[in-house]
């Protein structure tokens, strides 16, 4: 019998059952002739570039002219194609994200609550004007770059971007909450609140030149700056409506549309306002899969809206960094330039890429996990003979900058519980060695079920892409 694999249950402390997501696997909704789907080790992390600088890890970057510009530390950097990087000027650094937007002729940059501009030839240049206070978020729109400062909404002048007139300021004022962010949609201001989201368009005039546009209110909003993205041409964010718990949004005309699941709310639900008010949310595409990045402080979950659209479900999985998965997601700030997708990394100053072609990052091999559904057979029980993993293996895994892998075996391991809460012992296999794509990976007599049991199974140390296609069980049932 097959036995899906796309997500698992198990429980909790608090007698619940709760949804398992795949951990640095990738579920994909395609038929095959094997199964209907299959997990696939996340793309790995090989380096680009590395900086030559001490400071902050990446803070922020941007595709701009066909190259990659990047904050890393103080530095507004510009990373080439040939993997060096030029330092093009400084800009504070106070460990907090940068964010960095462009016009036809320059490039902005907010950082650490101030503002710069970067044009060729005039270097990196401080905008000093007192009227613009405290730069928290940034967007350039209809010819302004537009600021806010948590309360107002500020734009500089048309004929000089370094000037700001106090008589032309905006403000947000549906609700008394804060203006966490600013975001441009369809030549239209999004002001993303902490508890509501309003929608300006650019109507000139001497004053504030941007209108509110009435009835497109939304009444949620974001929980940080950063936790918005521009997701299926509209934008994906973190956050409520007042007197409500966090979830994960998708912004429609006048509304906001639901992405998270039941589990994805709980795991939200498990970090403080202060926590989620650093989360950052990202998304990128990769193939066909259009995926959003929920960035949270001890790993990240990720939505696949292609996924969803043809499983039928929501479509959701975790990622993860470290030997043993206990470290955040190391891949931040996702730019498509030269043909690959860049990222700073959380743990050095190297800028890397994604690599299919390797499950390892920056070399280091991490695991990945899935559970199953719950077995059950109406409370008879059943005697499990034989569990086997139907996989694509045996590919090799090189990175350049990395070297290539050592031809080591593969481990695989599977644990099983009785209760969602203890799990038994590991068994232990091997799963060969790069090019041997037919070893077949299998658990042989598995004891007795007398009740119900919640399968694991995870891969360790394997630094080689691969496929979980199917889980083939061979089950006897037993009578009352």
Known sequence: MQIPILNGSTTDSAADFRTSLPLNLMPVAKETGISKGYLRTAEGMAEFANSIYSGSADRGAVNWKGGCYRVIGEWLTRVNVDGTIDYLGNVDDDGNPAVLVYSFDRLAVAAAGKLY???????VQEVTDPDLGTVVDLVWIAGYFMTTDGEFLIVTDLNDPFSVNPLKYGSSEARP?????????????????????????????TGFPFQRVEGAMIPKGAVGTFATAYFLDTIA??????????????????????????????????????????????????????????????????????????????????????????????????????????????QSLKIGYFNNRD?????????????????????????????????????????????????????????????GLQWSQPRLISGGKPGDTQKRVGWRTLGRMDHWRGLRFRGLNNPYPESIVRLEAEIEPLEA
């Open 117 to 123: 501009y970067y044009r060729p030839g005039f270097g």
């Open 177 to 205: 909450d804060p203006v966490n962010g600013l975001r441009e949609v369809r030549n239209e201001v999004y002001a993303v609140n902490r508890y509501t989201t309003e929608v300006f368009q650019n109507v000139g005039g």
């Open 237 to 346: 964010f973190v956050g409520s409506g007042e007197n409500e718990p966090p979830s994960v949004y998708l912004v429609g005309t006048g509304q906001a549309q639901k992405l998270a699941t039941r589990e994805v709310e709980t795991l939200l639900m498990s970090y403080t306002e202060e926590q989620l008010a650093e989360v950052r949310v990202e998304s990128r595409q990769d193939k066909l899969q259009q995926l959003l990045y929920i960035h949270l402080p001890d790993k990240s979950l990720v939505y696949d809206a292609s996924g969803t659209a043809v499983a039928g479900e929501p479509v959701w999985f975790t990622v993860a960094s470290g030997a043993n998965a206990e470290l955040p997601y190391r891949a931040r700030n996702y730019v498509w330039a030269y043909g690959k997708w860049l990222f700073g990394d959380l």
């Open 359 to 419: 499950a390892r990052q920056f070399g280091q091999a991490v695991p990945w996990q899935f559970d199953t559904q719950v077995l059950y057979n109406e409370g008879r029980g059943a005697i499990i003979h034989s569990l086997e993993l139907v996989r694509l293996s045996g590919r090799d895994a090189s990175s350049p900058g990395e070297g290539t892998a050592a031809a080591v075996d593969a481990t695989y391991s599977h644990s099983y519980t009785h209760n």
